[in-house]
């Protein structure tokens, strides 16, 4: 079975709340998104909240981010921010760890597509070829990219040229990952 993107995100988000209840008992937790509404809160904790995804509510995907800068972007980005409203995911793949960037909430969504027309718009005053992030990798300014030209996932230095194709596509990437536990 061929999997598309909105289907490889679901799958690997089960994957990870299925660890995190797992090892836990309870669905992923985070610190960082204590205090901030979202739908996806399940129960708040002692400055921890649990979550759970929820379906995306937002109408026109990320056509503002297109018609801010005359740009196309590749269908794969659009359904990855698309799919839902969830916590930032921790994962893995071939021993490089990083975060799965995700809208937590219908205001969190607008700052995303605000901090990916800032990327593009940098990456073009640079003569960079345009991407657009879809996680942060442990290494000081590392993005995990999908390139806007290829659909390749991509590990990139931002404002640097320097990139190490990770996938040939990110359908591959996502159903790679290996989901890692925060505690």
């Known amino acids: 079975m061929t999997l598309n993107v909105t289907e490889a995100l679901s799958d690997f988000t089960q994957r990870y709340i299925d660890q995190w ?19 996806c809160i399940e129960r ?8 759970l995804p ?14 801010a800068l005359d740009i196309r972007l590749q269908n794969s980005v659009n359904d990855f921010y698309v799919t839902q409203f969830a916590g930032d995911m921790t994962a893995s793949l071939e021993g490089q760890s990083f975060s799965l960037i995700q809208a937590w909430s219908e ?4 700052r995303l597509q605000e901090n990916l027309i800032g990327h593009l718009v940098t990456q073009k005053r640079l003569k960079l070829p ?6 942060t990798a442990d290494s000081d300014m590392g993005l995990i990219s999908i390139c806007n030209m290829t659909g390749q996932v991509i590990l990139e230095q931002f404002g640097r040229h320097e990139r190490t194709t990770l996938s040939a596509d ?11 536990t925060c505690r």
């Open 21 to 39: 209840q797992r090892e836990t008992g309870f669905p992923p937790a985070s610190s960082d998104l204590y205090g901030i509404p979202s739908p």
């Open 44 to 51: 708040t904790g002692d400055e921890v909240v649990y979550w």
């Open 54 to 67: 929820q379906p995306f509510s937002v109408q026109g995907g990320l056509n503002k981010v297109e018609t």
């Open 107 to 110: 205001d969190d969504f607008i």
């Open 130 to 135: 345009p991407t657009a992030f879809i996680g």
């Open 170 to 180: 990110l359908v591959t990437f996502l159903s790679a990952l290996k989901p890692v």
